[in-house]
């Protein structure tokens, strides 16, 4: 019995994610100081109830930060793993955050759907146009190249995508309301923009309830897994005991391989990780072989693919 370990280097996204976060924390700050000041100036109700969620935004984002800088900390013996964990209990706080929110956001558009409140337009308008430019700032920082694949910045970019849509939408209601006066189309563009919100959020909760219960990921089909295994290299004769869960952004399995003696363990062991590298992108793999005496016609060197000939010994 053997046992090999692979440990892939720290992720050299966190430094790219952190500044992203950042960035996005100080816009999204900034811009929430300005609704809460152009609130305070017109009297306006709608805008100081957005100021509101953009604080919980700002909340959500710096608390994302956090945990990506906790993400960074090396492994201990106490936990082996580092923190990496820590980044998809905020991928979780932050989705379920916004489900509460968006529940929130349309509870209150129904209750001003009944009972209309005055809105001023222009002042609306005006705010409303800023907060699209900063929400897009935000978002394109959030949600440029790979930094999608990290659960963490992708929860943080839900949250700025809300305002986003919310901003959207505030335009559209406060043109409508200066060009006809009808107020109920403010929560009724609220309600829509909130399902389009919750769809997505939603999804997300999904991902990282997944990952804290250490599932295996989505996309990956252990069954044929064991099947390519088996195919790809013949000394494999059997694979189970398959574990596979997610890591913060690292995938890391567990598994038994039963193989035919090989005469250069080193090398099966080293080909049996390339293949799980190259077809599954698992680089932190933990392979326990075993071995089981060969005595059928596969085990004749002739019968083996080229490239793939080693001496057995029985």
């Known amino acids: 019995m053997a046992h090999h370990h692979s440990h892939a280097s720290p992720s050299e996204h966190h430094d790219g994610n952190a500044r992203r976060l950042l960035l996005a924390f100080s816009v999204t700050a900034l811009f929430m100081v300005v609704e809460v000041i152009g609130g305070l100036v017109s009297g ?19 608390f994302a930060l956090l945990a990506v800088r906790f993400a960074r900390r090396p492994p201990s013996d106490q936990r082996t793993f580092g923190w990496l964990r820590l980044t998809t209990l905020a991928a979780f706080v932050n989705a379920l955050a916004l489900v509460v929110i968006t529940f929130m956001i349309v509870w209150e558009a129904i209750m001003r759907f009944y009972h209309p409140q005055p809105v001023a337009g222009f002042t ?21 190249g790979s930094e999608e694949k990290n659960l963490n910045v992708r929860a943080a970019a839900l949250h700025v995508l809300g305002d986003l849509l919310g901003s959207v939408g505030a335009i559209v209601a406060a043109l409508v309301i200066l060009w006809t006066g009808w107020t109920p ?15 997505s959020a939603w999804t997300l909760l999904k991902e ?13 089909d252990i069954a044929a897994l064991r099947r390519h295994l088996r195919r ?3 000394e494999v004769r059997d694979v189970h005991h398959v ?10 399995m567990t598994l038994h391989v039963q193989v035919i003696p090989p005469h250069d363990h080193d090398a099966l062991l080293e080909r049996i990780q390339h293949f799980l590298i190259h077809h599954y992108e698992i680089s932190h793999v933990t392979i326990q072989m075993e071995y089981r005496p060969c005595s059928g016609p596969e085990c ?15």
């Open 44 to 62: 306006s109700l709608a805008l100081l109830a957005d100021a509101g969620h953009m604080l919980t935004d700002a909340a959500a984002l710096l």
């Open 243 to 252: 574990h596979v869960w997610t890591v913060g952004e690292k995938s890391v």
């Open 185 to 199: 189309v403010d929560p009724i563009l609220s309600v829509l923009v909130s399902c389009l919100v919750l769809r």
């Open 124 to 144: 609306m308008l005006g705010i409303a146009i800023a907060g699209l430019v900063a929400n897009i700032v935000s978002f394109w920082i959030l949600h440029r």
């Open 300 to 314: 004749d060197l002739n019968t083996l693919p080229s490239g793939h000939a080693h001496h057995h010994h029985h």
């Open 208 to 220: 990282s309830v997944n990952e804290l219960l250490e599932s295996a990921p989505v996309s990956l």
């Open 232 to 234: 790809d290299i013949p």
